[in-house]
C-alpha cells in the first residue's frame, strides 16, 4: 500500500461533551458520515450521534465461549473414555457430572480472552501510528480533558473550506487541519 | 449502600449536607485535576525516599522465597512440616488464604460493576492489582507441594510419551483449570482496564523511553468513541464472566475439601463459606492497602471515607457469613449424630490445637463483627487499619484449623499425629509477603492506580446538557 498522503481530516477542539455531542449531531444531521469522536472517556451521547450502536464483541465472545465448552467437554470425554479410562470408585467412565467444572472453566477462559482481544482487534489495535498524533493540541487533549470531532477527508461530502466552515459555526477552542 | 444514622458535621465539605454521606470524590475537582493527581504519580522523576526504602525491605523480606525454595528444590518437601496424616501444611494454607485475598479484587471489578457500584471505581485497579500478585503468590504453594516443580507441566493435559492424561473426577485437576483461568483473565481484565490510562501517561509523560514504553503498552489507544464502546461492552462482558469466574474458583477450592470424605472436610457449606471468607479476607487486605496508600500519595480526595466505609460494610456482611458457617458446622457435627464428626469438632475446639480454633474466633468474629456496626469506627481509620491485619489473621486462622485440625486426627487413631510447621514453612510464608509488597511498590510507582478514565466519567462535568450549552457549571443533582 502506498503512503497515504495530503489532508486526513479537520479536528475540532471543544472544552465540553456537551458542545461534542451537539456539534456531531449537527455534522450528522448534515450528511456527513466519516467522522469520528475522540474523548478521554466513553461518550455515550457522542455514539448515538455517530449512530454507532452495534458491536461485533459480544458476539466474538459467544462463539469464543461455545468454543471452550466444546473444547473441555470434549477433551474430558475422550480422556477419561477413551484415552486413558481409569475406573475411579466405580463411578461410570462418563460421569459427566464431575467433567463441569473444567468445561465451565474453559467456557468462561475462552469467553473472556475472545471479548478482550477480539475487542482490541475490532478496534484495529495496536495501531502506534495515527495521522491524529500530529495534531498540536490532540495529544494533550484527547487523553486529559478535551473533546475532539474530526471530519475525515475521505467522506464524499469533505471539502476543506465548507467543512472549516461548518465546524466553526459551533465556536470550537480551535480547528486544526490533520496531514496523514 | 445508603446509611442511615447520625448525620456527621454539616459543614464538613467532604459530606453529602442532605444525606450524610460521605462523597466519593471530593468536590471541585475538573477531568485535568483528577487526571495530573493520578499520572503525576507514575510520572514524577522523583521516586520517594520511603518508597525506595519500603522496596529494599520487601525485597529483602521476598528473599525468603528465593532461599526457602532454592533449600526446597535441593532437598524435597521433607523440610516441610508435612506428614502423614497431617500431609497438607502450611501449602495448602497459604494457598487458599492467598488466593482468597485476591477474590476482592475481582468482587470489586466485576460483581460491583454489574451493580452499578461506582463508588468501586477509585479502589478498582488497586485491588484488580493485589488479585494478581495474591494469584501470583498463592500459585506457588501447591506447585511447589507436589514436590517436583518443575515437572508442574503434568498437571495439564497434553499428547505425551507416558501415554497418561489427566484424571478429570479429582478436584484436584478442576483446580488446575480454575487457578490458570482465574490468572489468565484476571491479568487480561486488569491489562485491558489499563489501556486507555497507559494512553494518557503515554501523551503526559515527559521522558522519551517512558513514552515509548507507555506507547507500545497503550496499544496505540487514541480515545476513539468507536473504540470506547467497544472497549465499555468488553469490560462489562469481562465483567459478567469474571463473576461467576470468581465464585467457581474458591468453590472449586473448597471442593478439593468437602469431595473427600474427612470429618471436617466433607460439608456442603463450604462452597459459599469458602466465597464468603475469601471476599471478607481480600477486602481486608484491600484496606490493608488503601489506608497507607491513600495517606502517602494524598489520595484522600478520591479514596475517601465513603470507600472505607462501604468496604467496612461488606466486611460485616461476608463476616456474617462466614460466621454462620462456623455456626453450622458446629450444628451439623452434632445433628449429623456422627461419632467422627463429633470428635473431630470436639477436638477442634477442645483437643491439642484447640488455641487456634478460639484465635480464630476471637479474630474473624468477636472483634470484627462486635464493632463494625459502629459507623464511627466504619469510617475511623486507624482502626480499620488495625482491623484489616486482625482479619487476616483470622482468615489465616480459618484454613489452619480447617486443613490441620481435620487431618492430623483421623479416623483411626492409631495413625494420630500432630503438625508442626518447620523454619522452612514460616521462611517461604513470610517471603511472599515480601514478594507481594514488593510487586505492589513496583505497581504504584509504574502504573496508573487508580482508572482515570473511570474517575473522570463520575465527575459532574460529565453530564451531557443538549444544544452543546457552554456553560459548565457543577450542577447539585449529578453525582
Redesign the interface.
Known amino acids: 500500500m502506498p503512503p497515504r498522503e495530503g489532508v486526513y481530516g479537520l479536528l475540532a477542539e471543544f472544552n465540553t461533551p456537551s458542545e461534542l455531542v451537539h456539534a456531531t449531531e449537527m455534522a450528522h444531521r448534515a450528511g456527513y458520515r466519516r467522522m469520528e469522536c475522540y474523548t478521554p472517556y466513553p461518550v455515550e451521547q457522542a455514539a448515538e450521534a455517530l449512530r454507532f450502536h452495534k458491536t461485533r464483541v459480544p458476539l466474538l465472545c459467544l462463539l469464543g465461549g461455545l468454543c471452550g465448552l466444546t473444547t473441555g467437554a470434549l477433551l474430558e470425554i475422550w480422556v477419561n473414555v477413551w484415552g486413558y479410562p481409569l475406573n475411579i470408585r466405580a463411578m461410570p467412565l462418563f460421569s459427566w457430572p464431575a467433567f463441569v467444572v473444567p468445561a465451565y472453566e474453559m467456557t468462561i477462559l475462552f469467553a473472556g480472552l475472545s471479548a478482550a482481544f477480539g475487542m482490541i482487534a475490532l478496534n484495529g489495535l495496536p495501531q502506534l501510528y495515527h495521522p491524529l498524533f500530529n495534531a498540536p493540541n490532540f495529544a494533550s487533549g484527547a487523553t486529559t480533558d478535551k473533546f475532539f470531532l474530526c471530519l475525515e477527508s475521505n467522506d464524499p461530502r469533505f471539502e476543506p473550506a465548507a467543512a472549516r466552515a461548518f465546524l466553526e459555526q459551533f465556536a470550537p477552542v480551535s480547528v486544526v487541519e490533520v496531514d496523514h | 449502600m445508603a446509611t442511615k444514622g447520625p448525620v456527621p458535621e454539616i459543614d464538613d465539605p467532604m459530606t453529602d449536607p442532605r444525606t450524610g454521606e460521605y462523597a466519593v470524590i471530593a468536590p471541585g475537582h475538573?477531568?485535568?485535576s483528577v487526571?495530573q493527581k493520578i499520572a503525576g504519580i507514575v510520572l514524577t522523576s522523583n521516586t520517594p525516599v520511603a518508597w525506595m526504602g519500603g522496596l529494599f525491605l520487601a525485597a529483602s523480606v521476598a528473599m525468603g522465597v528465593v532461599i526457602a525454595v532454592t533449600w526446597l528444590v535441593l532437598k524435597g518437601v521433607g523440610i516441610w512440616g508435612i506428614t502423614i496424616p497431617g500431609a497438607w501444611g502450611f501449602a495448602i494454607i497459604n494457598f487458599v488464604w492467598w488466593i482468597g485475598i485476591g477474590h476482592a479484587g475481582t468482587l470489586i471489578s466485576a460483581i460491583l460493576l454489574l451493580f452499578k457500584q461506582t463508588w468501586r471505581n477509585s479502589i478498582n485497579r488497586f485491588a484488580e492489582a493485589m488479585t494478581i500478585f495474591a494469584v501470583v503468590c498463592a500459585g506457588m504453594f501447591p506447585l511447589l507441594h507436589i514436590g517436583r516443580p518443575w515437572l508442574g507441566y503434568w498437571l495439564l493435559?497434553y499428547p505425551n510419551s507416558m501415554?497418561?492424561?489427566?484424571?478429570?473426577?479429582?478436584?484436584l485437576?478442576?483446580d488446575v483449570?480454575?487457578v490458570s483461568?482465574y490468572a489468565?483473565?484476571s491479568v487480561?481484565?486488569w491489562y485491558?482496564g489499563m489501556v486507555?490510562d497507559l494512553?494518557?501517561l503515554?501523551?503526559?509523560a515527559k521522558l522519551p523511553l517512558a513514552k515509548y514504553i507507555y506507547?507500545?503498552l497503550s496499544?496505540?489507544?487514541?480515545?476513539?468513541?468507536?473504540?470506547?464502546?467497544?472497549?465499555?461492552?468488553?469490560s462489562l462482558?469481562?465483567a459478567g464472566?469474571?463473576t461467576?469466574?470468581v465464585l467457581?474458583v474458591h468453590t472449586?477450592i473448597s471442593?478439593d475439601f468437602a469431595v473427600a470424605a474427612m470429618a471436617g472436610w466433607h460439608t456442603t457449606i463450604f462452597p459459599p463459606y469458602f466465597v464468603a471468607g475469601a471476599v471478607y479476607s481480600g477486602f481486608a487486605m484491600v484496606l490493608t492497602l488503601a489506608i497507607p496508600i491513600r495517606k502517602f500519595y494524598h489520595l484522600e480526595d478520591l479514596v475517601t471515607l465513603r470507600h472505607l466505609d462501604n468496604m467496612a460494610k461488606v466486611m460485616l456482611a461476608t463476616g456474617s457469613i462466614v460466621a454462620y458457617g462456623y455456626g453450622m458446622e458446629v450444628f451439623m457435627s452434632w445433628y449429623s449424630a456422627s461419632h467422627w464428626e463429633f470428635f473431630m469438632m470436639w477436638n477442634r475446639m477442645f483437643g491439642p490445637m484447640g488455641w487456634a480454633y478460639w484465635i480464630l474466633i476471637l479474630t474473624n468474629i468477636a472483634i470484627p463483627l462486635t464493632t463494625l456496626w459502629s459507623r464511627k469506627l466504619r469510617v475511623n481509620v486507624g482502626y480499620l487499619f488495625f482491623l484489616s491485619f486482625v482479619v487476616n489473621i483470622g482468615m489465616w486462622f480459618e484454613r489452619f484449623v480447617i486443613v490441620v485440625t481435620s487431618l492430623y486426627r483421623d479416623y483411626l487413631p492409631s495413625s494420630w499425629g500432630t503438625y508442626r510447621a518447620t523454619k522452612w514453612d514460616y521462611m517461604l510464608f513470610i517471603g511472599t509477603w515480601g514478594l507481594f509488597t514488593t510487586l505492589f511498590l513496583l505497581f504504584a510507582r509504574l502504573a496508573p492506580m487508580i482508572p482515570?478514565?473511570?474517575i473522570?466519567?463520575m465527575l459532574p462535568?460529565?453530564?451531557?446538557?443538549?444544544?452543546?450549552?457552554?456553560a459548565?457549571v457543577v450542577v447539585e443533582e449529578a453525582l
Open positions: 475538573t477531568f485535568k487526571t493435559p501415554n497418561v492424561w489427566p484424571q478429570f473426577r479429582s478436584p485437576a478442576w483449570f480454575a483461568t489468565t483473565i487480561v481484565f485491558i486507555p494512553g494518557t503515554r501523551d503526559r506507547g507500545i496499544l496505540g489507544w487514541r480515545g476513539s468513541t468507536r473504540h470506547w464502546i467497544r472497549y465499555e461492552s468488553a462482558l469481562l464472566l469474571s461467576p469466574l467457581s472449586t471442593f482515570m478514565s473511570e473522570r466519567m462535568q460529565t453530564k451531557v446538557r443538549p444544544g452543546g450549552a457552554k459548565d
